[in-house]
Each structure stands twice: as C-alpha cells, then as structure tokens.
C-alpha cells in the first residue's frame, strides 16, 4: 500500500529546502507568502484570464469610494496606477477601506511565466497638505521624516521584487540563490529579506503541512525542551501515546520530531478513529537566514485514513528523510 503511494515521488522545493512527495500530491496553500513587509499571492492563469482579472480589480478599486464606509473626501480611491514595463502588469496606489487615505495598500498585479502573482504591503503617507498637522503629531512622537511617508521606499523595494521574481513549476527545482515559494522563485539580492512561506497537501487519508522561516532565532526552546510540556498533557488521557521522539542530524539540519497515536473521536464521522499527528521542526536550536527553522507536521485529523500505525510511521519517515537543503540556495 506505501508503495504504490510512492510508485512516483516529485521533488518540491520549500523555502530553502527541498523535500520529495508522492506525485499525487499536490500544494493547496498559495496566499501565506510574506517577504519582508509584503504579501504575495500566485496562481497559474492564462493572459487574457490575467487581462480580465487586473481589469475587473481596477473597476471594483474606481467603485470601491461608494461603499457606505468609504468617506468621498478620499476621493478618488485609486491615488496611483504604475504600468509595469514589458506589459509585466501593474500596481495599484490605493486607499484602504473605511480608513482616511493616508492609510493605503500598495497593490501589484504581476505575471511572470505563466503565474499570475498579487503583491500588497501597507504604507502610511501623510505628505498630503490635510494632513499637515497629523503629521507633526507623529514627528514629535519620533517618527521621521522618511516614515511619514513610506511610499517612496516600500514602492521601489516592491518594484525590487518584482525584477526577481519569476513563476515555477510545480516541481521545478532552481539552482540559483533564492527562495522558492508556491509557483514561484525569489532570486537573491544583496540583502537578506525576512522570508515566511507555508506549503499544504492532503488526501483523503491525511494532511501534511510544511512551515518555512528564516526570521526565527535558534534558542532552548525546542520540541524536546518542550517535552515535559507534552508529557503532561499525554498523560492527562489514555486515547493518545507517544509512539516515537528524538533528535537528530541529517545533512546538516538539526531535526527534532515528536510522533503522537491514539484514537480520536470525530464529530463530522460521528466514530472514534484512529489518529496519527506526527511533528518536526527543523534548526529550532541553530534557527538563522542560513539555518532556517522549519515545522513539518502529518495528520489524519477528521479522516478515516487507511493507514495503520506502521504505514503512517513510514510514510513519515520517508517525507523526512528527504528533507535537505536545496543545492545553491544560500
């Protein structure tokens, strides 16, 4: 039964990582993407579903000043529409409903091989002359002057982003220096950006989630340090166990894991099932941009998986022990 779930496995690149996942499978999650200040969406589109797409959000941002708590003295909503170069898309300069326009969103449209991305980030301009006594109030409470008015900066390292983005198949691995995030890769530029990327596959025997981080410091709290923690709730009930725990090394990434079973009633099925909720962090001690930290977890939740303990053992441990760096990726 485990092979034929792995008659055929595809390499996918998370983050920095690369992980090999029964071909089956395929990610569901493509809108928790933050690079630094900015929220990246994607999805594979045709370009005339591109045209339409940017065409309909243009006429949904004109009509957006008519909502009820939309003032009209905001007028009009749109401050700003940037063509992007090469026909590459568009970014929209615009107000944030129900808040006065000095609270706006950045707002890019960008298509790239094949991939459709949405990019938005907040910025606060009080460069209006309205706004002229605001902004004195928030000088003296040490904003600067720089920070009064976001938009020049967070606009120029949006359009920075831009010019390294590309789309990517699915299981297309890069071999340059970057970050792979759902359906698109993040070239590397001088900086080093705060990179947050999650990925999520299910069947109807399980779901499996990987979390990627390159923000969070290595420290003493990690899975074991947590044990006791654990431990302690485990044996507050007899319908779950620890089947397996440990730490350990494996191509130059500090793992640690934490495998949990039992049985679980469920409310949708109205039965008690069989439950497996399986953990893994990765460089939680060691966590930095060139050990990033990142969580891998296996469940059944609320499905009647066809699984048995053993077979989701090594199911699990066939995804972890793929789990390794991507070559080039620093």
Same mark, same amino acid.
């Given at each position: 039964?485990?092979?034929?779930?792995?008659?055929?496995?595809?390499?996918?690149?998370?983050?920095?990582?690369?992980?090999?996942?029964?071909?089956?499978?395929?990610?569901?999650?493509?809108?928790?993407?933050? $690079?630094?200040?900015?929220?990246?969406?994607?999805?594979?589109?045709?370009?005339?579903?591109?045209?339409?797409?940017?065409?309909?959000?243009?006429?949904?941002?004109?009509?957006?000043?008519?909502?009820?708590?939309?003032?009209?003295?905001?007028?009009?909503?749109?401050?700003?529409?940037?063509?992007?170069?090469?026909?590459?898309? $568009?970014?929209?300069?615009?107000?944030? %409903?129900? %808040?006065? %326009?000095?609270?706006?969103?950045?707002?890019?449209?960008?298509?790239?091989?094949?991939?459709? *991305?949405?990019?938005?980030?907040?910025?606060? %301009?009080?460069?209006?002359?309205?706004?002229?006594?605001?902004?004195?109030?928030?000088?003296?409470?040490?904003?600067?002057?720089?920070?009064?008015?976001?938009?020049?900066?967070?606009?120029?390292?949006?359009?920075?982003?831009?010019?390294?983005?590309?789309?990517?198949?699915?299981?297309?691995?890069?071999?340059?220096?970057?970050?792979?995030?759902?359906?698109?890769?993040?070239?590397?530029?001088?900086?080093?950006?705060?990179?947050?990327?999650? *990925?999520?596959?299910?069947?109807?025997?399980?779901?499996?989630?990987?979390?990627?981080?390159?923000?969070?410091?290595?420290s003493q709290d990690t899975l074991m340090n947590r044990g006791p923690e654990i431990e302690a709730?485990?044996?507050?009930?007899?319908?779950?166990?620890?089947?397996?725990?440990?730490?350990?090394?494996?191509?130059?990434?500090?793992?640690?894991?934490?495998? $949990?079973?039992?049985?679980?009633?469920?409310?949708?099925?109205?039965?008690?099932?069989?439950?497996?909720? *399986?953990?893994?962090?990765?460089?939680?001690?060691?966590?930095?941009?060139?050990?990033?930290?990142?969580?891998?977890?296996?469940?059944?939740?609320?499905?009647?998986?066809?699984?048995?303990?053993?077979?989701?053992?090594? $199911?699990?441990?066939?995804?972890?022990?793929?789990?390794?760096?991507?070559?080039?990726?620093?």
């Open positions: 039964m485990i092979e034929t779930l792995f008659t055929k496995v595809k390499q996918q690149c998370i983050g920095r990582y690369i992980i090999d996942v029964p071909a089956s499978l395929h990610n569901q999650l493509t809108n928790v993407i933050t $690079i630094d200040d900015f929220r990246i969406e994607s999805k594979p589109l045709y370009p005339p579903a591109f045209k339409q797409r940017i065409s309909l959000r243009e006429k949904e941002l004109h009509d957006s000043i008519n909502k009820p708590d939309n003032d009209p003295e905001n007028s009009p909503f749109i401050k700003e529409t940037i063509q992007l170069p090469s026909g590459k898309g $568009i970014i929209f300069d615009h107000n944030a %409903d129900g %808040d006065d %326009d000095f609270f706006r969103i950045l707002e890019g449209h960008i298509y790239v091989d094949g991939i459709a *991305f949405i990019i938005t980030t907040q910025i606060l %301009d009080l460069s209006a002359p309205k706004y002229t006594e605001r902004k004195k109030t928030y000088l003296k409470a040490g904003f600067t002057e720089e920070k009064t008015n976001e938009k020049p900066q967070r606009l120029a390292a949006l359009q920075s982003l831009i010019s390294r983005l590309s789309g990517r198949q699915d299981d297309a691995i890069p071999t340059e220096k970057g970050l792979c995030i759902p359906n698109g890769f993040i070239k590397d530029d001088a900086a080093v950006h705060k990179e947050k990327v999650s *990925f999520s596959y299910e069947n109807s025997d399980f779901n499996y989630g990987l979390d990627f981080s390159n923000t969070l410091k290595g709730v485990l044996a507050q009930t007899t319908l779950l166990r620890t089947i397996k725990k440990g730490a350990f090394n494996r191509g130059g990434i500090n793992n640690q894991e934490w495998l $949990i079973a039992g049985v679980k009633e469920s409310n949708e099925l109205n039965a008690t099932l069989p439950f497996f909720d *399986f953990v893994l962090y990765a460089n939680e001690d060691v966590g930095s941009p060139t050990k990033p930290w990142l969580a891998m977890a296996l469940s059944n939740r609320d499905k009647k998986t066809q699984y048995n303990e053993a077979q989701m053992v090594e $199911i699990w441990e066939r995804l972890v022990n793929s789990l390794r760096y991507r070559p080039g990726a620093f």
